[in-house]
């Protein structure tokens, strides 16, 4: 791509927004009005084809035409020579996906207001162009700085309707993503109408209010294709229930299975939003409906199940679940009160019986039964004293809830992991002269292997009188192994593009999913898994997110270590104080060996 002929032309490129099959969009400078914009360019492959920049161009033109808040604003059109690009709107935000995984789902109202508002967009591009967007999608959707969504993307939009061939411009495939495809883009279908947007919008909207897209966790993309076409996801109050039900009632209508079952028009789906807005029954409530939907609607009059409430045994707690806000911690302290109140009504009962036979036995004189009464008194005597130890054992009732259950630690019983400061037996800890040559010499070969789970092993077999073995050992349980530590960068950047290099070739590919261990990849329409630890150390720290806390730099130091940045070590180190001399000698180990 020529991108010194576009900075010769009056622009200064700053950073690559986005990439797709035939495009990349860049965020540039326009230097005679000193504004920053979006510049969409063809791709040199793309350019090769005069029929693909036909449409890039009269696509533009297009969307030039509608004044709309919701369609990023297209400035100007470029051709010079081979060299294709658009001038357009650049929108300082987060694109809806983003946003969403930072700040949850949205209110059902909040969501309602979003999705009309991209409605009345997505209406004039019909109206007046009968364009087709075609992937509408939460990346795609970027929200400024007033809080409007800004549909920034028209890479995929074609002319549609009846009579025209909508796969015309895309070889044979199928193009999109395919979380957000209606089911008449899955089968390759010649006639696409705003309906196709209208599905991809209920998509959307379902992600807004439920923090997930129906389908997109599946593991592959012929199994979104195949559910799209073919299964169904539950109603979004189910998920949320702070979600009306008329609300999965209208998102029902949208994801109909096939087009003419959605709403004929926009007007008809507005007019039910602004229904719903004032409380009043839309016309997408249908319970007879016998066509087929992507929202199952067996489960529309079913109730979203309420969050499990955990209740707290009243005896001294081992380890202890989590709990859910203010009404489980209350509802444990009354379990403990009234486990405590039960204990003392016990133990009042059995003193006065103990002060009544007592009473008996001294104002008696001694006879068989006076002895057969003094042999049973000592075991009541005993219960009495165990049941006031247990007594005074039990969590105190105050204003708070006890510590160590706020905290979910055991309080009863030993935690191997916890640090100690000295040994069972009373005698003073262990020095740093406590480790053999042997042990330190093992330790350093471990860490220069990079296995979490060796290192572990090792650290949980020595003496106890070992100086830090305790608080090695804890920090080793709370530390992310290397392709966790990836694994948790990666999933931020779902959706998105990064940097894939494979055989000494670097490319740029979308990640759509992370799991065990496994990418997801897309390049080229096409689908591939890739093993994380299939793939070198440099590559895994391109990916890694800077380490935060010392757990995180020790995962980050086993990356390092075998890595060309191996050398970074004695600085990452230094925040993982109980491991640092052991990393730099393992380090310098490594790079001795090499």
Not at 184 to 201: C, I, K, W
Not at 364 to 384: D, F, M, W, Y
Not at 479 to 496: D, T, W
Not at 499 to 521: D, P, W, Y
């Amino acid at each position: 791509m020529n991108t010194q002929l576009i900075e010769q032309q009056g622009f200064k490129l700053i950073e690559q927004l986005a990439e797709s099959s035939r495009i990349v969009t860049w965020k540039a400078v326009q230097v005679s009005l000193e504004r920053t914009v979006s510049l969409s360019v063809l791709k040199p492959e793309a350019a090769a084809k005069p029929q693909i920049v036909q449409l890039f161009l009269d696509t533009a033109k297009r969307f030039s035409r509608i004044k709309s808040p919701v369609i990023a604003s297209i400035f100007d059109i470029v051709t010079t020579g081979e060299l294709h690009y658009v001038i357009a709107e650049y929108v300082d935000g987060p694109c809806l996906f983003d946003y969403i995984r930072e700040h949850g789902p949205m209110t059902s109202e909040k969501a309602l207001i979003l999705i009309n508002r991209l409605a009345d967009g997505l209406s004039q591009l019909w109206r007046s162009n009968r364009m087709v967007h075609r992937n509408l999608k939460s990346e795609n959707i970027l929200i400024n700085s007033q809080g409007i969504p800004k549909i920034a993307d028209f890479s995929l939009a074609i002319p549609a309707g009846e009579g025209v061939d909508a796969t015309a411009y895309d070889d044979g495939l199928i193009m999109g993503t395919a979380y957000c495809l209606a089911p008449e883009q899955v089968t390759g279908s010649h006639t696409l109408t705003t309906q196709a947007d209208m599905y991809a919008l209920g998509i959307l909207f379902y992600f807004l209010i439920t923090g997930t897209a129906p389908f997109r966790d599946l593991t592959s993309v012929e199994q979104i294709l195949n559910a799209q076409l073919n299964d169904t996801v539950p109603p979004p109050h189910l998920l949320n229930p702070s979600v009306p039900v008329n609300v999965s009632w209208l998102i029902h209508r949208m994801l109909m299975k096939a087009p003419k079952d959605r709403y004929p028009d926009w007007d008809a789906f507005q007019i039910d939003v602004q229904l719903i807005l004032s409380q009043e029954k839309p016309s997408c409530i249908r319970p007879d409906e016998k066509e087929k939907s992507s929202i199952d609607i067996t489960k529309m009059d079913s109730v979203a199940e309420p969050q499990r409430r955990i209740r707290f045994k009243n005896k001294p707690a081992s380890v202890l679940a989590p709990y859910q806000g203010q009404t489980v911690e209350q509802e444990h302290k009354e379990e403990i009160k009234k486990g405590k109140l039960n204990v003392q009504i016990i133990l009042w009962c059995l003193l006065a019986l103990w002060l009544v036979v007592l009473f008996y036995i001294r104002a008696t004189p001694a006879s068989k039964a006076h002895r057969h009464l003094s042999k049973v008194l000592n075991p009541i005597e005993q219960g009495v004293a165990d049941l006031a130890e247990n007594l005074r054992d039990l969590p105190v009732i105050s204003g708070e809830a006890d510590p160590a259950v706020q905290e979910g630690v055991k309080t009863s019983e030993p935690n191997d992991a916890a640090p100690q400061t000295q040994p069972a037996n009373g005698e003073p800890a262990a020095s740093d002269a406590d480790w053999t040559a042997d042990e330190k010499s093992q330790l350093t070969r471990l860490l220069a292997s990079g296995s979490l789970k060796e290192i572990d092993t090792f650290i949980r077999a020595l003496p106890e009188t070992r100086s830090d073995r305790a608080a090695m050992t804890n920090f080793l349980a709370q530390a992310p192994s290397p392709f966790r530590l990836v694994s948790e960068s990666l999933m931020k950047q779902v959706g998105k593009e990064i940097e894939f290099e494979r055989n000494g070739k670097s490319r740029m590919v979308t990640l759509r999913a992370v799991a065990g261990g496994i990418l997801q990849l897309e390049f080229n329409e096409k689908s591939v898994e890739v093993p994380l630890n299939k793939l070198n150390a440099d590559t895994l720290l391109r990916w890694a997110d800077k380490p935060q806390t010392p757990e995180t730099a020790f995962a980050y130091c086993l990356l390092l270590m075998h890595s060309a940045r191996s050398a970074e070590i004695e600085t990452v180190a230094e925040a993982c104080p109980l491991f640092k001399d052991y990393l730099i000698q393992a380090q310098a180990s490594q790079d001795g060996n090499q």
